[in-house]
């Protein structure tokens, strides 16, 4: 005979808790650069060598400075991080800095 216990979901795995929350975290990147050509499809190559799409992306010039403002979604932090540090060794950025935004759901 077994025995049921009503009303109790199966404990989620660790893997699959952090799969869920990545899902609700949007991380947001910041990058300052020299305004050059070839800065914005370096940055945009981090993302789609991986199969990614940016959920944001909004870029601006003023003066001899870019600035790029990216979000994206799914994420883990490993892979968030790891990002941001490629995007300080692009040539001719000047400063990444990085956020992260909840969502409740």
């Known amino acids: ?3 049921v216990m009503l009303g109790a979901a199966p404990a989620a795995s660790q ?18 650069a020299a305004a050059e050509p070839g800065i914005m499809p370096r940055v945009l190559e981090l993302f789609a060598k991986r199969g990614l799409v940016p959920q944001k992306w909004h870029s601006a010039v003023s003066g001899t400075v ?4 990216v ?22 950025v000047d400063a990444v800095l990085t ?7």
């Open 1 to 3: 005979m077994s025995s």
């Open 15 to 32: 893997a699959d808790r952090a799969d869920r929350g990545a899902a609700l975290v949007t991380f947001c990147f910041s990058v300052q």
């Open 66 to 69: 870019l600035t790029i403002d």
């Open 71 to 92: 979000q994206m979604g799914g994420l883990g932090h490993e892979l968030a991080d790891y990002i941001a540090r490629c995007m300080r060794q692009i040539a001719g």
């Open 99 to 105: 956020s992260e935004r909840r969502t409740t759901g």
